[in-house]
């Protein structure tokens, strides 16, 4: 049935184009009437160039409607086309017809041409009364000129703003920089280039070139912060550090955005980069600051602990010795007593008042080494003879707990350049430590040796070690192993301090080492040796302890003299006048200073003995009124200052305003005669 319908429908189109072109009934154009040919070639020629004009129109018009996409009223221009188009077919016809009668054609397409027509008037009747409304040339000229001079306006306010954001980003060290990920191009403006120090247009424009320019130890962790957004399709921000073309170091902060394809893959990433140098160094600056505050507070906090501590220790260490004296002078003004007992309290009082004076003496020491005034009465000395005294010194302590004491000494070792007291002091306190920390039935070995141009003195011990973490801060002040009230050694923990400060004014170093707990330890002091030694006549003799020329060559022949002591304290000048009268000096005492000089005018004692802080008038104020006194009233009478101000300048006021000796109390019994004797001229003379 289809086959058949089909062939029905061709047959039928057939018939129709065939009856279109049938001819039959009708003669040609040239036959009917009497045409010229002249005429006749003028219809077709017209009618051949108004066809040919007739196609051109809308060819051109249909490719302008083509190409602009915004025309208006595009419906009617096409209308426009099919319409010229229709009515140059007609005219195409008309000249066909003259060699071939095809008049039934030319009413098809005629009619077709008054449709299209009729069509375009009404298209064109529906339009008017919008193309009516639109402007007119003026107008359009006018909004066009409009719309130019805004653009015009439009792209120098956008010149301005790309000016003032090129001056913001120079001005805040920033750049913009584009990363085209599939061809791996990195595009960077010229303040870029500027913050890498290299000129602009150098950079060679690639990922690698920039991880280049990436302070080493920073590139890995930016490749993993790349890769990481782009794997996870994340957005850029990163600090970091770059090496510039001079070789500085400079802190950059980058932030981009990352842009992706229809398919969701990494394309492009984009951003700016900016220098933070001052802000990275303004962080660090505030960071040390914060960091020297909580170190401040915490070594404030530790000052605090210490002194706790320290006034703790202190009142320990006074009040153990003091708790000993006061017992035992109780003791003694007990009414049973025997001369045996008696004996032991005396001399458990000298020994405790004497460490009393050890712990004061150390601690004005450390005053002195703290404040800067510390001097030192620079001689020849030979150690050899310095180190004797002090092995000499601490001997009967150890011999009492059953330590050997072995010395080692190379007398040819060399003359150092020292003091000598301040030496026998270093060495008399390493002694001291060694034979506190060895026990009983132990061993403590001195050797003193000439090393290249120094002298070595080592003292080692089979005591109980020094324990590692210990080792560092053994010569610190305050520093002791064992801290605790269980501690089986007391002290202030202020004499290896002492040592090392004293050490280190000879020009020497101090050391210590230890294997360990209980495997004992081993100090090492080394001196310089003397670079010249003195001329013999210039040898200045070695001071000795009184009390030791007390004990060598006697008591000093004082009997006959007279003596005015000046103390407030009446305890005091008890025992000042019990010490002097024992040796059968004449004592006159006074307990201020007016009594003071009415004595000194009566009596003319050949030694004054005062004291310095007195109520009223001090023993400065004393002496000066002392010696503004004529001769024959007592003004050069020798005067000695025995007071509790110990320091070193405390000694030079003295002598300033008029003593000629110092002595710190507590007084030394055999001191302070040898100071009367001295002043009086008696020393050097037999009894």
Not at 96 to 125: C, N
Not at 442 to 457: F, I, K, M, Y
Not at 496 to 503: A, D, G, Q
Request: hydrophobic letters at 45%.
């Amino acid at each position: 049935m289809l086959l058949i319908a089909s062939q029905d429908i061709e047959a039928f189109m057939g018939e129709i184009l065939t009856g279109l072109f049938d001819t039959s009934g009708f003669p040609a154009r040239w036959q009917c009437g009497a045409w010229s040919d002249e005429l006749g070639w003028l219809h077709i020629g017209s009618d051949l160039a108004i066809w040919a004009a007739y196609t051109a129109i809308p060819c051109v018009l249909a490719f302008f409607i083509l190409r602009r996409q915004d025309v208006p009223f595009p419906r009617i221009l096409w209308l426009f086309v099919a319409f010229i188009f229709a009515c140059g077919t007609t005219h195409l016809i008309s000249a066909i017809i003259f060699w071939q009668p095809v008049y039934r054609l030319d009413g098809v397409v005629k009619f077709l041409t008054a449709v299209v027509s009729w069509g375009t008037v009404v298209a064109l009747v529906q339009i008017t009364p919008k193309a009516l409304h639109l402007p007119g040339l003026e107008r359009v000229n006018a909004q066009l000129a409009h719309e130019v001079a805004e653009r015009k306006r439009s792209e120098e306010l956008l010149r301005v703003e790309e000016e003032r954001l090129r001056l913001a980003l120079i001005a805040g060290r920033m750049g913009t920089w584009s990363w085209e990920i599939a061809t791996n191009r990195v595009t960077w403006s010229a303040e870029i280039e500027s913050i890498h120090g290299i000129a602009a247009g150098s950079f060679a424009g690639t990922f690698a070139a920039f991880i280049a320019m990436v302070h080493p130890d920073d590139r890995a962790r930016m490749e993993q912060i790349v890769q990481r957004n782009l794997e996870q399709l994340s957005n850029h921000h990163s600090e970091y550090r770059i090496i510039t073309a001079d070789g500085r170091t400079r802190w950059v902060e980058a932030r981009g955005t990352l842009f992706t394809d229809e398919q969701g893959r990494p394309q492009l990433m984009s951003g700016v980069s900016m220098d933070v140098t001052a802000r990275k160094e303004a962080e660090e600056e505030r960071e040390r600051l914060l960091d020297s505050e909580r170190y401040a507070r915490s070594e404030a906090e530790k000052a605090n602990r210490l002194k706790d501590e320290f006034l703790s220790l202190v009142s320990h260490e006074l009040r153990t010795p003091l708790n000993a004296m006061l017992g035992y002078a109780q003791l003694l003004l007990m009414n049973q007593r025997t001369p045996q007992q008696v004996t032991e309290a005396a001399t458990v009082i000298e020994r405790n008042g004497r460490a009393q004076v050890q712990i004061i003496d150390d601690l004005l020491d450390m005053s002195r080494v703290i404040t800067g005034k510390m001097r030192l009465d620079v001689q020849s000395v030979d150690l050899c003879d310095v180190v004797r005294r002090a092995i000499d010194t601490i001997t009967p302590r150890a011999a009492a707990r059953g330590i050997e004491v072995q010395a080692v000494l190379d007398p040819r070792a060399g003359q150092i350049a020292g003091d000598a007291s301040r030496l026998e002091q270093i060495f008399l306190n390493l002694l001291s430590n060694a034979v506190k920390f060895t026990p009983k039935q132990g061993r403590v070995q001195v050797t003193l040796a000439r090393v290249n141009s120094h002298v070595e003195v080592q003292i080692a011990d089979t005591g109980q070690g020094i324990e590692g973490e210990l080792l560092p801060f053994v010569f610190d002040r305050f520093r002791q192993g064992d801290g605790s009230t269980q501690r089986r050694h007391g002290g202030l923990g202020l004499g290896l301090s002492l040592v090392k400060h004293l050490v280190e004014m000879h020009g020497g170093s101090v050391r210590a080492s230890s294997d360990g707990r209980g495997k004992g330890s081993l100090f090492t002091v080394v001196l310089p040796l003397q670079i010249s030694a003195p001329d013999a006549g210039t040898d200045r003799v070695q001071p000795v302890a009184a009390a030791s020329m007390l004990r060598s060559h006697g008591a000093p022949p004082i009997a006959d003299l007279r003596v005015l002591i000046v103390d407030d304290e009446a305890d005091a000048r008890g025992l000042a006048a019990r010490i002097l009268e024992q040796h059968g000096v004449e004592v006159h005492s006074a307990a201020t200073a007016d009594e003071a000089l009415e004595l000194l005018r009566r009596v003319r004692p050949d030694v004054i003995v005062s004291d310095i802080g007195m109520p009223g008038t001090d023993g400065y104020q004393l002496m000066r009124m002392v010696r503004a006194l004529p001769d024959e009233e007592g003004g050069r009478t020798p005067a000695v200052a025995a007071t509790a101000f110990a320091r070193g300048e405390d000694r030079t006021k003295a002598l300033l305003s008029g003593y000629q000796a110092h002595l710190a109390k507590p007084v030394d019994a055999n001191e302070l005669v040898a100071a009367v004797a001295t002043l009086a001229g008696r020393t050097g003379r037999g009894a």
